[in-house]
């Protein structure tokens, strides 16, 4: 049980923090979505210097600038869909029996959520109410950050595009246009989707086992003034 209230990273490790029996990620999962992000930084390194030879320089670029570029987009695309259909494969059970893999998951995410709240005993509601607010004001930071980068990535290439006609003046330019906003359209989503996983979703779990952990603090503390 804690004697002090713990930093936020301690209470958000403590949520995720596996029960004993419980099947860990799949390995190879995660190293396809590390082998996405290695490949998005060139890729994305690589749509950069296409534009800034066609727009900067007005110059044709190197030849083997735009197929590399097609190369390192294809294996981003790769990494990203063999990623997600290997968790896909490590939870078949979740296809088979949705109903049940849900409820074992809610299970499993209230077992470290009661453990939590226990530990929480000793504080004070007052403290646990303020961390509360700093939590949830933090995952609508991140929420917000996930949405505004969502949409720049994914109008912003069409809006240039639009907005100076270049589509227009270069017709045979189409496919490689259509090529690199696919790139980024690719990386806004992904980044976007991490965001909002990786960052949002524990903060708004923790914002709510403050508040459950407050609401115990104040119940208990109204029962033996009583």
């Not at 002090?4 to 999962?29: C, D, H, N, V």
């Not at 294996?75 to 296809?95: K, M």
């Not at 270049?166 to 989503?189: D, W």
Request: glycine share 8%; net charge positive.
């Amino acid at each position: 049980m804690y004697s002090r209230l713990p930093t936020t990273y301690e209470l958000i490790e403590a949520l995720q923090t596996a029960p004993a029996g419980k099947a860990s990620e799949s390995r190879l999962a995660t190293g396809l979505w590390a082998g996405f992000v290695l490949a998005l930084v060139p890729t994305l390194a690589a749509g950069g210097a296409l534009v800034w030879w066609h727009r900067v320089l007005v110059q044709a670029p190197p030849a083997w600038l735009p197929q590399a570029f097609h190369v390192l987009a294809a294996a981003s695309g790769v990494f990203y869909i063999a990623a997600w259909l290997a968790r896909l494969l490590g939870r078949r059970d979740a296809l088979r029996h949705p109903l049940r893999w849900l409820s074992h998951r809610l299970d499993i995410q209230a077992e470290a959520e009661n453990a939590l709240l226990l530990r929480l005993g000793r504080i004070p509601a007052l403290q646990l109410r303020a961390r509360q607010r700093r939590v949830a004001l933090q995952a609508r930071v991140w929420e917000g950050c996930a949405r505004t980068m969502a949409l720049v990535l994914a109008i912003g290439p069409a809006a240039v595009i639009l907005a100076d006609g270049f589509a227009v003046m270069a017709p045979g330019r189409g496919p490689a246009l259509v090529a690199v906003y696919g790139a980024v359209l690719v990386a806004g989503c992904a980044l976007a989707l991490f965001a909002q996983l990786q960052c949002s979703a524990p903060l708004r779990r923790l914002a709510h086992v403050l508040g459950e952990a407050a609401e115990i603090s104040e119940a208990v503390n109204r029962k033996r003034d009583s």
